[in-house]
């Protein structure tokens, strides 16, 4: 029986058997996509689906080991801020471990389907006025002036959790040319490259992929390399203006031969789209950068022919309906419960 990724990955994370919090994480779908290489032609495109971890996001991955090695250490609550994945994540795992969990999110900026969820597993949440940057702050002054543990993606241990995706993509794929991801505080570009330099050690790889990293064009801080005060995008898991772990994407990027690059909201719509239709993959908006990314990266030239690509989704479509809802075209038709009307309404565009 699979075991969540502490138990599967045990001689990578250090992590006394004892105190494992965890919902069986990891083991995420590796999912071909067939027709988005209709699309671009001459490469072969995998998606890793990580939104089908327990709550929705990848953070299940960092979130075992920040909550286990919590347990270890004998805390007694944790903290977060949050633009929704990491409270979400936070409030499940603390919740099975008993631990108090204390969220802070941005007061407006929130996906419904994530407060949601901060709310079902009994979270205490503060939600300021200021966006993820701001409550940030917060979380590190007293995380220093309190016994309270803080696990956002600064604390170590969810770097070694998340670093376990990189393991899967290549114990499913032994190898890959380039691996998309969507950039926002960078703790998990910062995962991956840790992941896959492990295994290069081990000899399980042959060479570093390269990490495309990507940001929305109104919240790309490390792209324009500067600070944005008022981050903006639709994809609000990426909205952020000062990621917390920026040198070491750049290390990421540097050392994998890697790049990073600015994405529209509309780019990144289209790619939503593009996902749910063509390849019957629902990610939420932050996610579908890295699909968005890889359509730029090719038609600028970047990709070489037979290349084998991977793009990571970070998160569930679900977590954020209402981007759905308000921007996508659709038409549902009302009719009466009348067979003959909804024969004629189906067969008219056969
Ligand atoms: C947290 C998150 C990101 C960004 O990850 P970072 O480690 O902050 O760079 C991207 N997509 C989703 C869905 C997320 O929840």
Not at 36 to 59: A, H
Not at 123 to 144: H, M, P, R, T
Not at 245 to 264: F, R
Not at 272 to 289: H, Q, R, T
């Amino acid at each position: 029986m699979y075991e969540g990724l502490i138990k599967r990955y045990k001689k990578y994370l250090d992590v006394d058997e004892k105190y494992i919090v965890s919902l069986n994480e990891g083991n995420t779908p590796l999912i071909r996509a067939k027709n988005l290489e209709k699309i671009l032609d001459g490469v072969e495109i995998y998606l890793k689906y990580d939104g089908l971890n327990p709550t929705g996001s990848f953070k299940d991955r960092g979130m075992t080991m920040a909550v286990s090695k919590a347990l270890e250490e004998n805390k007694k609550a944790i903290i977060c801020a949050s633009t929704g994945n990491t409270s979400a994540a936070a409030a499940a795992y603390g919740a099975r471990a008993k631990l108090k969990v204390i969220v802070i999110v941005p007061d407006e900026k929130i996906a419904k389907g994530k407060l949601a969820q901060a709310i079902a597993y009994g979270a205490k949440i503060i939600a300021i006025k200021g966006n993820f940057d701001d409550a940030l702050e917060s979380v590190k002054k007293i995380s220093q002036e309190s016994d309270i543990q803080m696990v956002n993606s600064l604390n170590k241990y969810r770097i070694e959790g998340q670093k376990t995706a990189a393991f899967e993509l290549i114990d499913d794929l032994k190898e890959l040319d380039y691996f998309m991801l969507p950039v926002g505080n960078a703790g998990n570009i910062t995962a991956y490259h840790k992941g896959f330099k492990e295994y290069l050690k081990d000899d399980k790889l042959k060479k570093l992929p390269r990490l495309f990293g990507f940001q929305a064009k109104g919240a790309s801080p490390i792209v324009e390399n500067k600070v944005f005060k008022n981050p903006k995008t639709i994809a609000t898991a990426i909205n952020i203006g000062n990621p917390a772990s920026w040198d070491k994407a750049l290390n990421a990027i540097d050392e994998s031969d890697g790049q990073i690059d600015a994405i529209t909201d509309e780019e990144i719509l289209n790619a939503y789209n593009l996902l749910a239709k063509e390849e019957g993959v629902f990610a939420e908006p932050a996610s579908c950068i890295s699909v968005a990314g890889l359509i730029k990266s090719y038609n600028e030239g970047k990709i070489k022919k037979n290349s084998k690509v991977v793009c990571l989704l970070t998160g569930n479509g679900l977590k954020d309906i209402d981007v759905c809802m308000n921007n996508m075209d659709f038409d549902i038709k009302n009719l009466d419960d009348d067979y003959a009307l909804i024969k004629e309404e189906i067969l008219k565009d056969l």
